[in-house]
C-alpha cells in the first residue's frame, strides 16, 4: 500500500545523493538542498542504502531515483543501480547526471537496470557552458546523451535550467536538438536553494512564464504529466517539452512524491528546507534494527511540509 502523508500526499518516489563530489562546479547548483560542513562521514555503502531503499519499498515508495553531487563518480554507481534494481518492490531506478561520463558508463548501467536518465545540458552554446559549469566539456555531454539513447535509456530527459542572461533565449535550439536525437526536453525554473540561494538567485532567476506563453503559441498539444502534474507541451515535430516550475507554486509541493536521502545518508523531507532531516545512517551505524529504522521514515514523512501553500 502506497505511504500517504498528512497532506494527503501519496509518496513513490526515494531521490537519493549518491555522492556530494561532482566534478563540475555550476554556478546556479542547489546541491540537492544540502548544506555541506566539516562533519562529512563518507558516502553510504551499497549495503546501507540498501536498507534504506528496503524500508521505503516496505512503505509503498517503488521508484529510485539516484543524483549527487554527480553519481557518476561513485565507483561501485553500476553495483549500485543492479544492486537497488533487484530489490523486490522496486519498480524503476532512474538517475540524473551531468553526462561528462555518461558515454564510459551508458550500456553498462541499462544492463545493470537503469531504466531512464536525465541528463542536465543548460546550453548547446561552449562557451556558455564552460561559463555555468566552469569545464569546457560540453562535448563529453553531448556524447553522453547520445549513448544514452543508444543504450536504450529513455526517455531521455535533457535538464535545461533557466538562467537569466545566459540561456533565455534558447529554447527553440533546445527543442531542436532534442528533436534531433529523440530525447525531452525539460526546463526547470532556477531554485532558491544551496548555490543559488541569495543574490545567485537574485542575479540569475528568470520565471518561465514567457517560455509558456512561446511554448503555448507553437505547441501543438498539451497536457499535464503523470504523478507530478507538469505542463508538457508537443510541437509540431513531435519533441515534447515539459515545464518544472518550483519556486512559488503550490502545485509543484501539491504533487511532491518524494522523500530525500542526503549525500550524508540523512531523510530530507523538502528540498527547500534544512531544519527538519532525520539521520538514518547514523542509526544504521549504530545497529538500529529494522524497527527502528521504519519509525525514523515515518518520522521524516510526518515531517513533510508543503513549502508553498
Ligand atoms: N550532477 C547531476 C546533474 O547534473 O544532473 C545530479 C545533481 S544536480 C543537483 C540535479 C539537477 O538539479 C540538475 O539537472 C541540475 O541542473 C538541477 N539543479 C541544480 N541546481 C538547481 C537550482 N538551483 N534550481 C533548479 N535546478 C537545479
Not at 140 to 152: C, M, N, Q, T
Not at 176 to 191: P, W
Request: charged share 30%; net charge neutral.
Amino acid at each position: 500500500m502506497p505511504i500517504v502523508d498528512g497532506y494527503g500526499r501519496r509518496l513513490s518516489t526515494l531521490r537519493i545523493a549518491v555522492t556530494s563530489e561532482c566534478n563540475l562546479r555550476c554556478v546556479y547548483c542547489h546541491r540537492e538542498g544540502e548544506v555541506y560542513d566539516s562533519d562529512r562521514r563518507g558516502d553510504a555503502s551499497i549495503d546501507e542504502l540498501l536498507s534504506i531503499v528496503g524500508i521505503g519499498v516496505e512503505l509503498g515508495l517503488d521508484r529510485v531515483k539516484l543524483t549527487g553531487g554527480e553519481p557518476l563518480l561513485r565507483r561501485d554507481i553500476v553495483d549500485l543501480v543492479s544492486s537497488i534494481h533487484g530489490l523486490k518492490g522496486v519498480e524503476e531506478v532512474s538517475m540524473t547526471t551531468n553526462g561528462v561520463l555518461l558515454s564510459d558508463y551508458a550500456y553498462k548501467l541499462a544492463e545493470a537496470g537503469l531504466k531512464r536518465v536525465n541528463v542536465t545540458v543548460n546550453t548547446l552554446d561552449r562557451d556558455t557552458y564552460r561559463m555555468i559549469t566552469g569545464f569546457d566539456l560540453l562535448h563529453r555531454v553531448l556524447d553522453g546523451v547520445e549513448s544514452a539513447i543508444e543504450a536504450g535509456l529513455n526517455p531521455v530527459k535533457i535538464n535545461m535550467v533557466l538562467l537569466k542572461g545566459m540561456n533565455e533565449d534558447d529554447i527553440l535550439d533546445m527543442a531542436r536538438y532534442a528533436a534531433k536525437v529523440g530525447a525531452i526536453l525539460q526546463v526547470i525554473e532556477l531554485e532558491r536553494a544551496g548555490v543559488a540561494d541569495g543574490w545567485v538567485y537574485d542575479r540569475l532567476h528568470v520565471p518561465l512564464d514567457r517560455v509558456e506563453d512561446l511554448l503555448s503559441r507553437i505547441s501543438v498539444d498539451m497536457y499535464y504529466r503523470g504523478i507530478h502534474s507538469r505542463p508538457r507541451y508537443i510541437l509540431p515535430d513531435g519533441v515534447e517539452v515539459e515545464l518544472v516550475k518550483p519556486m512559488h507554486n503550490p502545485d509543484f509541493c501539491r504533487y511532491c512524491d518524494r522523500l530525500r536521502v542526503t549525500s550524508r545518508g540523512e531523510l530530507k523531507p523538502c528540498l527547500l528546507r534544512y531544519d527538519n532531516h532525520v539521520d538514518i545512517l547514523k542509526a544504521i551505524r549504530s545497529g538500529a534494527d529494522r524497527e527502528y529504522l521504519r519509525k525514523l521514515f515515518l518520522e521524516a514523512i510526518a515531517r513533510r511540509k508543503p513549502y508553498f501553500l
